[in-house]
Nanobody, 115 residues
Framework: QVQLVESGGGLVQPGGSLRLSCAHS????????MGWYRQAPGKQRDLVAH???????NYADSVKGRFTISRDNAKNTVSLQMNSLKPEDTAVYYC?????????WGRGTQVTVSS
């Protein structure tokens, strides 16, 4: 059974940093473009960053210059380094393939940016 498990969220002050990790089972994910998504209360789930199997990354305008996505195919992990966090970054963060697949949604990890 395929699993994606997100970790690394927490409470951080504005301007702070967090590093999220996504561990996935199955080597098939090394063939997929992988993405980090987020969903704030009352809002739709949006893609914030994605990375191709070869390592090319793209970012939503709202996080460009602050977030960095990376992957380690040998370790089956995808990470999101988040710097200069803002209150509007508060959300549950999920990883999934891009395009996303319903079967791969995990529980996500909560990120709260507040003073």
């Amino acid at each position: 059974q395929v699993q994606l498990v997100e970790s690394g969220g927490g409470l951080v002050q504005p301007g702070g940093s967090l590093r999220l990790s996504c561990a996935h089972s199955g080597s098939i994910f090394s063939l997929y473009t992988m993405g980090w998504y987020r969903q704030a209360p009352g809002k739709q789930r949006d893609l914030v960053a994605h990375i191709t199997p070869g390592g090319a990354a793209n970012y939503a305008d709202s996080v460009k210059g602050r977030f960095t996505i990376s992957r380690d195919n040998a370790k089956n992990t995808v990470s999101l380094q988040m710097n200069s966090l803002k209150p509007e970054d508060t959300a549950v963060y999920y990883c999934n393939s891009k395009p996303s697949r319903n079967a791969y949604w995990g529980r996500g990890t909560q990120v709260t940016v507040s003073s």
